[in-house]
């Protein structure tokens, strides 16, 4: 009797905008990935972090927008089997901006991790985004209020990692801070 291989369907770009409307998913290299709706304190983080970041661009006139999710970002123009939702993206290059969302890499990506996806953020897509060449990738831990700040230098990641107490630099812009210390949930 020959061996037969369980095959795995491959879905693309198509599939992932032929979701019904009530579906939360991210497509990562042609597997769908099913996500829950957020807690409170996940959309507190969320609503204090997009707040400071919009405030920050809107008093230097920036080109860049802040985009929370559901937000589509097909991080490869070339590539159909990966459109994620970062809890917020930054984006700085406007021609990137579609009608369906982001295509490119954004400038600088925000999750916002839950028990059931911490290891998709801590390591699938910290690998997706790094290859992808986001400048800047925040992972905020509710539960051990933690802020892991990673930053791309030379095509690699560098981390650091920060406290709720702290107030943190982002690296992309020369004068932001965000201060967790202000966060309340």
Known sequence: MPETLAHANIYTEEDYYSLPENVRAELIGGQFYYMAAP?????????????EINIYLRSKNSPCKVYPAPFAVKLFSEDDRNVVEPDISVICDPSKLTDRGCTGA???????????????????????YMDAGVREYWIVNPIEQEVFVYFL?????KVKSYTFQ???????YGDLWIDFAGLEF
Do not use: C, G, M
């Open 166 to 172: 702290d107030k943190i630099k982002v690296n992309i």
């Open 106 to 128: 954004p400038d600088w990506i925000t999750e916002i991790i839950s028990p059931s996806n911490s290891s998709q953020d801590y390591v699938r897509k910290l690998n997706l």
């Open 153 to 157: 230098e030379q095509n690699k990641f």
């Open 39 to 51: 807690s409170r304190a996940h959309q507190e983080i969320l609503n204090f972090i997009n707040t």
